[in-house]
């Protein structure tokens, strides 16, 4: 038998700080100083956390990792197993996750990259994440201490902060439990088969402090992997710098190919690649991950994206001309590559890119003037630029929530959330 | 049952309303409630299908000086029309009613949302700039055979209509890409994608979002004279400035970039530069800059006479997630400024 992962979601409704953490009807109380205790590390000089509410006046600058608290269950230690506590096979068993409340860390080292965050007026409007209520860790670097060591801390920080917050609702009941399992899918009566489709999801990991890690294993030079769907989703992966861990978490592609499993559709498997800097080596890999979608997932069908810049587009051209020599019918998801005329970013021209899913377009908006800044990190994308505001500028690689680069775009995402205007 | 006509908006110029010609060309927008001129043609190709309901007419002149202003007036009064479909022209191979067409035809698909069309001559300087924001089919350069022509638009119009698969600019007789591809951003994208990828499984019809562009192919050019006369430019587009990045050049979708003098310098040196790219892993550039901008090499083949002199200022930008259209804008102002200092070679280092 396959793994069975069951996620029940408990929806947050409020959140502040009390005398004691605990979860009542929706509402979560945490006791801030037991928390900044047990987030505690020798790498910080300083340790905040602030709680941001949607509608807030406030923006939040230098947003590193966005992630959903979650717990597993029958063993907490185990949440974010190789990476965050014990080593144990994730995806199966039950998961319970926090809905509306999401732990987010800024981060005040130099970075080429950095997101801000509005939680009010038009900026909130297209970013589904400022319809979360935000524990927002902000931890500043003992002096000398090299970037790696700190944002290794300050994972662990976060990681903790999820856990010890969802924990407080095990023994609630859930608004919804979603059950994942990759049952068999028998032939129709006709002797017919669904056609099998793999999810082939391409991620950067650069260098040291721009990663991922699979169970605790740093993504950088591995080989294509073949995973099971729930590993991705229960807590096996995270980003360390680059991206928001809860798009992982909650992979569209995996939730859809899911919700179709044995109606129109037999969702074979995934395979995570390792986007690649040298041109050389993106062949390799996506030879290798169609093989292994050919192969071993007997896939007539696979969809494929990516999370790593515009330069992963190669692999997933390479991806779809592999599939079209082998007779699979391939499909890219790619965002902001269309927005004022069709290809305008769009890295690779390719016959073979033949069936694109534009995911998002850029707007650019008018950041209005916030009350409140939180994080003082140099913006670089906003040099020059009075960060309370107002500016005008892209959304694109500057306001969280408004796309994730694997598919997601706030007019989809998170909608059972209701936006709140303070 | 008998299927609702369409309603046709049609854009055409004073020429072919019969107002007059060159000396016609400033008349300003009128509208009349009935198909002119071409558009009488249109109206027998469109037959049961659909009619002419409105024709907006204006002179060449006004509205190529005034597009900013003329183009919105015209959007208006295709909109009060309520139409199904939008015709501009055919402009054939004519420069302001061209750019007009184009211009009209693009406004209108990207506000009111309607399958928009025109047809221009390959060569019309309309299609350069519109061929990627509207629907434009190529066509002859003359209105000699303006019945072939505008029934080439018409069959294309009506697929647009009819929601059928759009293929190909080379099969379906556009030129360009054609404007952004309509989509339907409240269905997820994975839920798009898993559909498209059914469709295309079981060889059903379906659309891709992204047409692929046909980017032009630009031959390199020759050196002229010997390397040991040439004067050589460094440019590149890995993000290098002078420390304290003194005109706030952005490291990502770049909205220009930096010319920097390097005269007199055997060598650019770590302390007076920093890097503004967030694409790669830049210690290395900032331990030793001459390795994105090979000054120290250049300056030794320079002595050394291989070359024959190194320019005087280096030319830089960050190529990450910078638009095809502000790349092309930089190369080209680079170009000049790489011309006015007698350039006659470029080493462009990328990153």
């Known amino acids: 038998?396959?793994?069975?992962?069951?996620?029940?979601?408990?929806?947050?409704?409020?959140?502040?700080?009390?005398?004691?953490?605990?979860?009542?009807?929706?509402?979560?109380?945490?006791?801030?100083?037991?928390?900044?205790?047990?987030?505690?590390?020798?790498?910080?000089?300083?340790?905040?956390?602030?709680?941001?509410?949607?509608?807030?006046?406030?923006?939040?600058?230098?947003?590193?990792?966005i992630t959903q608290p979650r717990v597993k269950a029958d063993e907490p230690e185990a949440s974010f197993p190789g990476i965050w506590g014990n080593v144990k096979p994730a995806g199966e068993g039950r998961t319970v996750a926090l809905r509306g409340v999401v732990v987010t860390e800024l981060y005040p080292l130099k970075a080429n990259l950095k997101y801000i965050l509005d939680m009010s007026g038009p900026a909130a409007e297209v970013s589904h994440f400022s319809r979360h209520y935000h524990v927002v860790i902000n931890a500043s670097p003992v002096a000398g201490i090299d970037d790696v060591a700190y944002c290794k801390a300050l994972k662990q920080a976060a990681l903790t902060a999820c856990v010890c917050l969802a924990r407080l609702a095990i023994e609630t009941v859930p608004s919804e439990s979603k059950i994942y399992e990759l049952t068999p899918v028998p032939p129709a009566a006709d002797g017919s088969r669904l056609p099998r489709v793999a999810y082939i999801t391409n991620h950067l990991a650069a260098f040291d402090t721009m990663q991922f890690f699979y169970y605790g294993i740093s993504g950088q030079g591995i080989l294509p992997l073949l995973v099971h769907p729930n590993d991705l989703l229960d807590g096996a992966f995270i980003y360390r710098y680059f991206y928001f861990t809860y798009y992982i978490q909650n992979d569209t592609v995996i939730y859809e190919l899911y919700s179709r499993h044995g109606l129109d559709l037999d969702f074979a498997g995934v395979v995570l690649n390792n986007g690649q800097t040298v041109t050389k080596n993106k062949d390799v890999c996506t030879m290798v991950a169609v093989d292994l979608a050919k192969n071993h997932l007997q896939a007539d069908i696979v969809i494929t994206n990516k999370c790593g810049m515009h330069h992963l587009q190669l692999e997933q051209a390479m991806i779809c001309e592999k599939c079209a020599e082998l007779g699979i019918a391939a499909v890219a998801i790619m965002p902001t590559v269309s927005s004022e005329k069709p290809g305008d970013l769009l890295a690779v021209v390719n016959p073979h890119l033949d069936a694109v899913v534009?995911?998002?377009?850029?707007?650019?908006?008018?950041?209005?003037r916030v009350a409140r800044l939180i994080g003082d990190s140099e913006i670089p994308s906003l040099l020059g630029v009075d960060l309370q505001g107002p500016f005008t500028k892209s959304t694109n690689l500057l306001l969280a929530g408004n796309l994730s680069e694997l598919g997601d775009f706030y007019p989809t995402t998170d909608t059972e959330l209701i936006r709140k205007e303070g | 049952m008998v299927e609702k006509k369409l309603r046709v908006v049609h854009y055409i110029n004073q020429f072919y309303a019969q107002i007059g010609g060159e000396e016609a060309a400033d008349v300003g927008i009128s509208v009349r409630e009935e198909a002119v001129g071409p558009g009488q043609l249109l109206n027998q190709l469109l037959g049961e299908r659909g009619e002419v309901v409105r024709t907006v007419i204006c002179g060449d002149n006004h509205i190529a000086e005034n597009l900013e202003i003329v183009v919105p007036q015209v959007v208006v009064l295709v909109n009060e029309a309520e139409p199904d479909l939008f015709i501009a022209g055919p402009g054939f191979n004519a420069g302001r009613y061209g750019l007009a067409c184009g211009a009209v035809t693009a406004a209108v698909y990207k506000q009111l949302k309607i399958p928009s069309v025109t047809g221009l001559y390959a060569e019309n300087p309309g299609v350069d700039l519109y061929s990627g924001l509207a629907y434009i089919i190529g066509i002859h350069n003359s209105a000699r055979r303006m019945g072939e022509d505008i029934s080439k638009i018409v069959r294309f119009a009506l697929k647009l209509v009819d929601s059928e698969p759009i293929g190909y600019g080379s099969e379906e007789g556009y030129l360009g890409t054609g404007p952004v591809r309509s989509v339907d951003y409240s269905v997820s994208g994975a839920k798009r994608a898993v559909n498209m990828a059914l469709d295309k499984f079981y060889g059903r019809p379906f659309n891709t979002e992204v047409p692929m562009p046909q980017h032009e192919l630009i031959p390199p050019s020759q050196l002229t004279k010997p390397l040991k006369k040439a004067k050589v430019a460094l440019v590149s587009d890995g993000g290098l400035v002078p420390k304290g990045n003194p005109d706030q050049m952005v490291p990502v979708n770049s909205q220009k970039f930096g010319v920097y003098s390097i005269t007199g310098k055997d060598s650019l040196a770590a302390e007076d530069y920093e890097v503004r790219h967030q694409g790669y892993n830049n210690a290395f550039v900032l331990e030793n800059p001459n390795r994105l901008v090979p000054v120290d090499v250049l300056r030794r083949l320079e002595k050394e006479g291989l070359i024959g002199k190194l320019a005087d200022r280096f030319y830089t930008t960050a190529g990450v997630m910078t638009s095809m259209e502000n790349c092309k804008k930089f190369g080209q102002e680079i170009a000049a400024l790489l011309r006015e200092d007698q350039v006659d070679a470029v080493i462009l280092t990328s990153t």
């Open chain 1, 1 to 65: 038998m396959g793994k069975r992962l069951q996620i029940d979601f408990v929806e947050i409704k409020s959140v502040a700080f009390a005398e004691k953490s605990y979860l009542e009807n929706g509402a979560l109380y945490i006791d801030k100083q037991e928390l900044l205790d047990k987030m505690q590390s020798d790498m910080f000089s300083s340790l905040q956390i602030e709680l941001v509410a949607p509608g807030e006046d406030v923006r939040l600058l230098g947003v590193h990792d």
């Open chain 1, 358 to 368: 534009h995911s998002a377009y850029v707007e650019t908006i008018t950041f209005p």
